[in-house]
């Protein structure tokens, strides 16, 4: 079974420049996350959709932060403008279950730098 | 507001023996835990969970211990091998409406020595 796909794996960029991520879930997954993963803190959830419909974007700074889930599978992430505190790991994830205690599956993440 | 805490950042153990490794949370909602484990380079893999109606998971060389009153909950790795060196999250899932959502701490690097 293929696992979560992302890319690109590294990507540095100056402040105020634009940059997007990209998703490819598990095949058959509904559930799709964006985390931020800052050096020495936890995941945090960006955004999570249910198949191409937002579940939960509580924590996605709106005014710089978007992300589409375009026909239910693949997702993009955008950052613009970037700043210098958006320098973190970007993990996607994804999960087959809306259900209690749902495991979710990551992807390797993309680790971006703003200079 | 952090509802999930990991208070110790690294522990390191002797092969063979026991790894604990601890987690409390503020938020009373979460009915569900989880622990991840990450390598570098890699993205978390689910190691074990946990029910909130339960108070003991087991599976293979790991058991997740869960103290509801205290809200505390433990991972025990027995015996430890090098190849759990590794960060360890642990997680919880609360209920948001149809959806389910994980509040993840901060991490535990656990280093298994020779």
């Known amino acids: 079974e293929a696992g979560v796909a992302q890319s690109p794996r590294y990507k540095i960029i100056e402040k105020r420049q634009s940059v997007a991520f990209w998703c490819n879930p598990i095949?058959?997954?509904?559930?799709l996350y964006w985390y931020q993963q800052i050096l020495g803190q936890g995941p945090k959830l960006l955004i999570q959709f249910q198949n191409n419909g937002v579940v939960d974007d509580s924590q996605l700074p709106k005014d710089r932060f978007s992300a589409e889930r375009l026909k239910g599978v693949d997702s993009t992430l955008k950052i613009q403008p970037a700043k210098l505190e958006d320098s973190a790991v970007y993990l996607c994830?994804?999960?087959?279950?809306?259900?209690?205690?749902?495991?979710?599956?990551f992807g390797s993440g993309t680790q971006l730098s703003v200079l | 507001d952090q509802q999930v805490k990991q208070n110790s950042p690294s522990l390191s153990v002797q092969e063979g023996r026991i790894s604990i490794l601890n987690c409390d949370y503020t938020?009373?909602?979460?009915?569900?835990f989880l622990w991840y484990k990450k390598y570098p380079a890699e993205g978390p893999t689910f190691l074990i969970s946990i029910s909130s109606i339960k108070d003991k998971n087991e599976d293979g060389r790991f058991t997740v211990f869960l103290n509801k009153s205290a809200k505390h909950l433990s991972l025990h790795i027995v015996p430890s091998q090098p190849g759990d060196s590794a960060v360890y999250f642990c997680?919880?899932?609360?209920?948001?409406?149809?959806?389910?959502?994980?509040?993840f701490g901060t991490g535990t690097r656990l280093q298994v020595t020779l």
């Open positions: 997680a919880a899932s609360a209920r948001i409406g149809t959806a389910s959502k994980l509040t």
């Open positions: 994830a994804s999960s087959l279950y809306r259900g209690r205690g749902e495991k979710l599956f």
């Open positions: 095949s058959g997954h509904a559930t």
């Open positions: 938020n009373s909602m979460f009915d569900y």
